[in-house]
């Protein structure tokens, strides 16, 4: 994933030196305009056909209707529960295990990729280490998890900091590894002593990387915190699901699994546009303004 | 006055490798237009990070006004040939010309006022808020040249700084920078592998020999102000660049 977003990065300043002698690319530009509307259009239609097959499907018994209730009455049944307030008590159950855990994992995670970036030496020691816990899956962790902290939420918290901390190490070290010696010494020439060249050059740099990782611990987080609640039995939007399961209130488990799925899908767009905001000035992000 | 005696350079630790510059000497007067010449792997790069102390000598001497330099120098700004990678995507043209003046110890207003008079300097002003991946590569070139002249320098080290542009924004940009040169009264050492631009720019152009030892040393005893299309058509142009050409051809030729 580094490597992808590395080379579409130098493609586009390629790219960008061989366009016209004194030419100035305009600022970036939103998308909007026809084609926009027009490809949300299409996008709409995707999913309302998806929606249309599933509901038909289910209202002709393509699809055992006991275990598959029409997609409206689903949605009929979300829209009802999130009227409500347990639904939302649910919910922040389980986004508030998902944030303290990528919070601690990102307090962890950061420094000890910063110092496994900067030092060879320190990364080439704990290079084993880190290949023999990382492909450990997480939730192989939960029955230690319950022995150790319960079935509450340090349980959760533990687990998804243990999942999410892997991603965020690595794409820590990559950034800090991946300062451009051309920037290092220009701002070694500049005088700038070691601590300056840190926060002025090696941080930014990083940013990318570490913004990218967020992104990618945001979605195992959540799968971590409804995975433990499901199997862990820590309260949440997943216990909420085998609690509604067992008592057979078939749509009310599908409008959970929906809210999830939504959670989700919000979570990763509001990382994706705090990246975009952030880290404008990155090729990767250029490359999608100018799209 | 840059004076550099029996400059030697070996990358690695082992002294019996191939040295990278074998032996070097020369002296740059204070306001002298220097540059030197040289065909690629020669050491002309490996010397000027030498120059300006990103790299330690492996032996020799390399002193800016009787101090000999350790580390990167106050009172010398280096543009790289890389204008791309040197300039800092995440900052503005105006963070890039002045985020070294903070750390030099200007207060924020003389930064700033440093700034505007440097990218004023380089026909850049009011592209403050530009970022610099939003301009072209004869304008990014100038940001890094008005990022080094922020820096007020007494000694400007370019290494081959127009050598990946386009011939007219070059030509732009050559007499930019002479006429930089002349009214901030800097010294200029200046690297580069183009005969013409060399004998255009300079005072006195040396050529180095690989494994970088100076080759010749030639005074250009060209006219001043020089002027793109008058100095290159007069004979003693001719001469020059014919001299440092077959010094060039006969120069051992990189491995």
Redesign the interface.
């Known amino acids: 994933m580094r490597q992808a977003v590395e080379d579409e990065g130098n493609a586009l300043v390629v790219a960008s030196d061989t366009a016209g002698p004194e030419a100035v690319a305009g600022p970036p530009g939103r998308r909007a305009g026809p084609r926009g509307a027009a490809d949300l259009a299409i996008k709409l239609a995707g999913v309302l056909a998806v929606l249309v097959v599933l509901e038909l499907c289910s209202r002709f018994g393509l699809l055992p209707r006991r275990w598959f209730p029409p997609v409206s009455e689903m949605y009929a049944e979300l829209f009802r529960l999130a009227a409500q307030q347990p639904l939302w008590v649910e919910v922040g159950r389980t986004l508030r295990a998902w944030a303290v855990g990528i919070g601690l994992a990102t307090l962890l995670a950061v420094p000890a990729g910063v110092a496994l970036g900067s030092s060879a030496v320190a990364y080439r020691m704990s290079r084993i280490v880190i290949e023999f816990c990382r492909p450990i899956p997480s939730v192989a962790l939960i029955p230690l998890a319950v022995l150790v902290y319960g079935t509450g939420l340090e349980m959760k918290v533990f687990l998804i900091a243990f999942a999410t901390f892997w991603p965020l190490l690595f794409q820590t070290v990559y950034g800090v590894q991946d300062v451009d010696p051309v920037a290092r010494d220009t701002a070694r020439a500049y005088g700038l002593g070691a601590a300056a060249r840190f926060w002025v050059i090696t941080i930014p740099s990083a940013a990318p990387y570490i913004a990218t990782g967020l992104r990618i611990a945001s979605s195992i987080g959540l799968v971590l915190a409804v995975t433990s609640e499901l199997v862990g039995g820590a309260t949440g939007l997943g216990r909420a699901i085998v609690v509604a399961q067992s008592a057979g209130q078939i749509t009310l488990m599908y409008a959970l699994i929906i809210t999830t799925g939504l959670l989700g899908w919000a979570l990763n767009a509001v990382f994706a546009a705090v990246e975009r905001k952030a880290l404008r000035w990155h090729p990767a992000q250029r490359q999608e303004v100018a799209r | 006055m840059l004076e550099v005696s029996r400059l030697r350079k070996v990358y690695g630790a082992d002294p019996q490798a191939a040295p990278a510059i074998e032996e070097v000497s020369f002296e740059v007067a204070d306001r002298e237009f220097l540059c030197i010449l040289g065909s690629s792997g020669c050491g002309k790069s490996t010397l000027l ?1 030498c120059l ?1 102390g ?1 790299i330690p000598a492996s032996s020799g001497e390399i002193r800016l006004n009787g101090e000999p330099v350790t580390g ?1 120098p ?1 009172d ?3 543009v ?1 040939q ?1 204008y ?3 300039l ?3 900052m503005t043209v105006a963070g890039n010309v002045s ?2 003046l903070r ?2 110890g200007l207060s924020k207003r003389e930064a700033q006022a440093a700034t505007d008079e440097a990218l004023d300097a380089v026909s850049l002003a009011g592209m403050h808020k ?2 610099p ?7 990014q070139q100038r940001v890094a040249i008005a ?1 080094a002249l922020a ?1 007020r320098p007494k000694i400007l080290l370019m290494d081959e700084p127009f050598a ?1 542009l ?1 011939a ?2 070059r030509s732009g940009l050559e007499d930019l920078l002479l006429d930089i040169w002349r009214r901030f009264e800097v010294t200029v050492l200046f690297i580069t592998h183009d005969i013409d631009e060399a004998v255009y720019l300079a005072d006195r152009v040396l050529v180095l020999e690989a494994p970088a030892k100076v080759g010749l040393d030639v005074t250009v005893p060209l006219p001043r102000p020089r002027d793109q299309l008058t100095t290159k058509a007069l004979p003693e142009f001719a001469e020059l660049r014919g001299r440092l050409f077959s010094a060039i051809q006969g120069a051992p030729v990189a491995r």
Request: glycine share 6%.
């Open positions: 990070k300006s990103l990167p106050e010398m700004a280096f790289f890389d791309s990678r040197s800092l995507p995440w985020f070294p750390y030099k530009r970022f991946w939003q301009l072209s590569g004869g304008m990022r820096y990946s386009d007219q924004t």
